[in-house]
């Protein structure tokens, strides 16, 4: 007899605002993608839990993606009314990781922090909602929506406020995506010289995700095994780009939209990274994320991060970690080491103080 699905270790993904320009897209890509993790004859089983609010738009998205021709399955939740929580909580369920691309796009002449109040408030609910219905100690929390320099440190508070967080170390588990950011930064090397390598280089990029508290490491850049030579007229163009890309994006729309294509294709490169360590495929993963610090005890969440705090004295900063399933295990604070003059004395110092309003900004949001 073949086996079925109930035979089968299902890890469950929850997508929180998977009707939306970024939502759809991820989904898409989750959907056409994960599969390619499990081997032929797995036991394990990837379903993707999407809830939004907009009934028509979520229930139509499932049904579309569902044609696909992959094993990963599917399912759609909308809440009835307002305050029905019955949705939230099935969708959450039993969920190993969740990603939270909910919330309103940019729109024309709107910053990041225009949209705080708004998604604020959306984060909180949804915050709330998973501290109801998952096991922080077990569950791992991406959060895409913006301004994610203020959002992150939102989440995490809430959540730390839950009397069933204690002991969880949520800090540990809950990220901000800037992973855009260095897709834009190499994405602009490779644009710069002709495409001439097939391979994708990578830039650092540490901070925060929004204007000038990030900071694209381009005295880092290596082509074809060399250092890239770039003057610096050419350096502050690229850094200007990616510190703005998302301006570019939302003036080329006219006002129809913002990176939604584009930030799909980066949330869902560090989603595969965590699916892949959550079906045990990995131990651990590395990558550069947002990510707090200190624990609710004031104590450091890892190794490394006593060293970085010690460097930036801000609680929050996007910086490469390593991460196993029990979370944050170390944060690699030599990257600093590594900036050069015009990036240790010139762009770090902005960063930082625009960076901390942020932070306050959103933790002053949370009673």
């Not at 900071?215 to 850094?239: G, H, N």
């Not at 989603?271 to 990995?282: E, Y």
């Amino acid at each position: 007899m073949p086996h079925s699905l109930t035979d089968k270790q299902v890890l469950k993904i929850a997508v929180l605002g998977a009707a939306g320009g970024i939502g759809q897209s991820f989904s898409m890509l989750l959907k056409t993608q994960l599969h390619t993790l499990l081997l032929p004859h797995s036991d394990k089983h990837l379903h993707v839990a999407m809830y939004d609010i907009n009934k028509d738009a979520i229930v139509g998205t499932v049904a579309d993606l569902s044609h696909i021709d992959t094993p990963v399955t599917l399912s759609h939740h909308f809440p009835a009314s307002r305050d029905d929580l019955s949705a939230l909580k099935e969708c959450l369920a039993d969920a190993a990781l969740i990603v939270i691309p909910a919330g309103v796009p940019r729109k024309p002449g709107m910053t990041r922090d225009d949209l705080f109040a708004i998604n604020a408030k959306i984060l909180l609910q949804l915050s709330d909602g998973i501290a109801s219905f998952c096991d922080l100690s077990k569950i791992f929390v991406l959060v895409i929506s913006n301004p994610v320099n203020s959002l992150v440190p939102v989440m995490i508070k809430r959540l730390s406020q839950h009397a069933s967080s204690k002991g969880s170390l949520i800090e540990r588990r809950v990220f901000g995506l800037t992973q855009l950011d260095m897709v834009r930064a190499s994405t602009f090397i490779q644009q710069l010289t002709g495409f001439a390598s097939n391979a994708t280089p990578y830039i650092p990029v540490v901070g925060g995700h929004s204007g000038d508290t990030i900071i694209p490491m381009f005295s880092q850049v290596m082509f074809k095994d060399e250092r890239l030579p770039l003057d610096m007229e050419q350096r502050k163009s690229l850094i200007h780009r990616v510190q703005y890309g998302g301006d570019e994006i939302v003036k080329a729309k006219n006002g129809a939209g913002s990176a939604t294509l584009s930030m799909a294709y980066a949330a869902f490169k560090i989603t595969r990274k965590f699916v892949d360590l959550l079906l045990g495929n990995a131990t651990s993963l590395q990558d550069t994320l947002y990510i707090s610090l200190k624990d609710a005890s004031g104590n450091y969440i890892a190794p490394g991060a006593q060293e970085l705090m010690a460097l930036i004295n801000v609680s929050y900063f996007s910086i490469p970690v390593t991460v196993s399933t029990k979370g944050v295990t170390h944060v690699d604070s030599e990257i600093l080491n590594r900036m050069d003059d015009y990036e240790r004395n010139t762009l770090l110092p902005v960063c930082l103080k625009n960076l901390q309003g942020n932070i306050e900004t959103g933790l002053n949001f949370v009673n």
